[in-house]
């Protein structure tokens, strides 16, 4: 097994970037999880690991599958710089991102657009959700996070390595869906109905926007029908997370 002592290595620069940087991320095609479920979940897609970065003195568990994987011990100096979590788990893994081609595209027809939200959190918590509920992908528009933040990933917990997540136009996603037959639904206050009033299917999309400004008026007007969650209580609004799974168990056939 390698081992890295130095915080100057330059993979350890490398490494730091990718958890810190999203130019980083964007121009490689990589990213960094930390932490042994997010590792577990990798290790089922050894093909996107570069290497598996293991501080000095953890113990990896028996019967992970880390044959031909390359992995490299680091002093608790490097785990720590490049850690994003405050108490490191000590074990990380370099990764690359999912290749989506074309062809993969054009087979989607269950489909989560998100627009603008901004929130790691939330937008982990939705890829997330979008992976329990057996969607095909899910878009990220502009003014969306990126994907591969480390607290995106870390709220996903795992379904990076399950469902396709890209960046998009919406509004060449609205017409690509609509060009197939496929409904793409809005969430907005006005012109909507009950989600409960519309028929679960096979064939759908829907899109999520910002919570403060909710989604942009120029696609609400290509959608093919809204939807409101109605609120029963005194609450303000729904979380925009827990929105999308209330919406995709209606609209998803079971």
Request: overall charge negative; charged content about 25%.
């Amino acid at each position: 097994m390698k081992r890295i002592e130095s915080t100057q290595n330059a993979l350890v620069k490398h490494w730091k970037k990718l958890v810190t940087m999203r130019k980083e991320r964007e121009k490689t095609g990589e990213f960094i999880i930390e932490g042994f479920h997010l590792v577990e979940e990798a290790l089922k897609n050894k093909d996107q690991i570069v290497q598996l970065i293991v501080r000095e003195g953890v113990d990896l568990p028996l019967l992970w599958p880390t044959d031909n994987v390359m992995m490299i011990e680091v002093t608790d100096a490097v785990a720590r710089e490049i850690a994003e979590t405050e108490t490191t788990q000590g074990v990380f893994a370099h990764c690359k991102q999912i290749a989506i081609s074309d062809a993969d595209m054009s087979n989607w027809s269950k489909v989560l657009l998100i627009d603008a939200v901004q929130d790691p959190g939330n937008i982990g918590t939705m890829i997330r959700t979008a992976d329990a509920a057996g969607l095909d992908a899910v878009i990220l528009g502009k003014g969306t996070v990126n994907a591969y933040n480390p607290k995106t990933v870390r709220a996903a917990q795992g379904s990076h390595f399950h469902i396709p997540v890209v960046r998009g136009d919406l509004l060449e996603w609205i017409e690509k869906l609509q060009d197939k037959d496929i409904p793409v639904y809005g969430t907005a206050l006005e012109n909507a109905i009950p989600y409960t009033e519309v028929n679960s299917s096979n064939e759908f999309a829907v899109i999520l926007g910002n919570e403060g400004s909710g989604i942009h008026p120029q696609l609400l007007d290509k959608t093919n029908q809204n939807l409101i969650i109605p609120i029963l209580g005194q609450a303000e609004s729904l979380n925009v997370a827990v929105a999308t799974g209330i919406l995709l168990y209606q609209l998803v056939k079971k």
